[in-house]
């Protein structure tokens, strides 16, 4: 039986996967390379990662804020603070993490070999923002356990971080087109499709920019970030160079890719 948490996470993921891919076929930023039959691979290690996680790490970051709230555990519960202020630096910290998390996995070569199947999409879709490798993903969730407990995140302060990360990831990696008006003023606020496209770029300059996925501070703040790609959204090409001749990526393909 899903629990209150799995139901708002879910509706969540629904509600907007299911936005983002009818706004990409109504006004898509780019024509796709090789077209929505990536979804045959991309859509199934979305399920299998979903699953296994389910599975094999059925404590969450969401239980673990609760097992640590019990036991007063982290930085933020020896602070005497509201508890909206608590949550909000809590979101805060964890997307910090994530940005970290992030970049070491593109700077250590062992992680970066996971992290690979990431970027080997070469398109740029809403599956692209769910598609990882399963390690990555069970490494991820680690890394959030521990970032929960240092820090002493609520199971509220969780649940939000959990859901922005996972809707974010969908948007800023959705093939969608808007106003550029519109995008110079989000991209204040959150990643947009059009800054996060540049960290897809097959140009290594290019793919070591703006790794943050729900707030672009970060990157701003630590030097990491870049306003356009250098040839343009429309002819940039998306990918890692040596698979730009790999346009059939299966399950089985990107589940190997990191041992070839």
Same mark, same amino acid.
């Given at each position: 039986?899903?629990?209150? @948490?799995?139901?708002?996470?879910?509706?969540?993921?629904?509600?907007?996967?299911?936005?983002?891919?009818?706004?990409? *076929?109504?006004?898509?930023?780019?024509?796709?390379?090789?077209?929505?039959?990536?979804?045959?691979?991309?859509?199934?290690?979305?399920?299998?990662?979903?699953?296994?996680?389910?599975?094999?790490?059925?404590?969450? $970051?969401?239980? !673990?804020?609760?097992?640590? $709230?019990?036991?007063?555990?982290?930085? *933020? =519960?020896?602070?005497?603070?509201?508890?909206?202020?608590?949550?909000?630096?809590?979101?805060?910290?964890?997307?910090? !993490?994530?940005?970290?998390?992030?970049?070491?996995?593109?700077?250590?070569?062992?992680?970066?070999?996971?992290?690979k199947?990431?970027?080997?999409?070469?398109?740029?879709?809403?599956?692209?923002?769910?598609?990882?490798?399963?390690?990555?993903i069970?490494?991820?969730?680690?890394?959030?356990?521990?970032?929960?407990?240092?820090?002493?995140?609520?199971?509220?302060?969780?649940?939000?971080? @959990?859901?922005?990360?996972n809707?974010?990831?969908?948007?800023?990696?959705?093939?969608?087109?808007?106003?550029?008006?519109?995008?110079?003023?989000?991209?204040?606020?959150?990643?947009?499709?059009?800054?996060?496209?540049?960290?897809?770029?097959?140009?290594?300059?290019?793919?070591?920019?703006?790794?943050?996925?729900?707030?672009?501070?970060?990157?701003?703040?630590?030097?990491?970030?870049?306003? =356009?790609?250098?040839?343009?959204?429309?002819?940039?090409?998306?990918?890692?160079?040596?698979? =730009?001749?790999?346009?059939?990526?299966?399950?089985?393909?990107?589940?190997?890719?990191?041992?070839?």
């Amino acid at each position: 039986m899903l629990t209150p @948490e799995a139901i708002v996470r879910l509706s969540a993921f629904a509600g907007v996967f299911g936005l983002m891919a009818l706004w990409e *076929l109504v006004a898509p930023r780019r024509r796709l390379r090789v077209g929505k039959r990536r979804w045959a691979g991309n859509v199934p290690l979305i399920i299998v990662n979903a699953v296994l996680l389910r599975v094999g790490v059925p404590l969450g $970051a969401y239980g !673990t804020a609760e097992v640590a $709230a019990e036991r007063g555990c982290g930085a *933020l =519960q020896l602070v005497d603070a509201p508890a909206f202020a608590e949550v909000a630096v809590a979101v805060l910290l964890l997307d910090f !993490t994530i940005y970290l998390q992030h970049r070491v996995f593109h700077a250590v070569p062992v992680l970066w070999r996971l992290h690979k199947v990431h970027h080997a999409d070469n398109d740029f879709d809403v599956t692209t923002g769910l598609r990882f490798h399963t390690v990555s993903i069970v490494l991820s969730m680690g890394v959030k356990m521990a970032a929960t407990v240092a820090i002493g995140a609520s199971p509220l302060a969780v649940l939000i971080a @959990e859901t922005a990360l996972n809707v974010t990831a969908m948007f800023n990696h959705a093939n969608v087109r808007m106003p550029v008006g519109l995008d110079r003023v989000l991209r204040l606020l959150v990643v947009t499709p059009d800054m996060h496209r540049v960290h897809h770029s097959v140009e290594g300059h290019e793919y070591g920019r703006n790794f943050g996925f729900n707030f672009p501070w970060w990157d701003r703040l630590l030097g990491t970030y870049r306003d =356009q790609p250098a040839a343009g959204h429309d002819a940039m090409t998306i990918g890692l160079d040596e698979y =730009q001749a790999q346009p059939r990526q299966s399950l089985w393909w990107m589940i190997a890719l990191p041992f070839r």
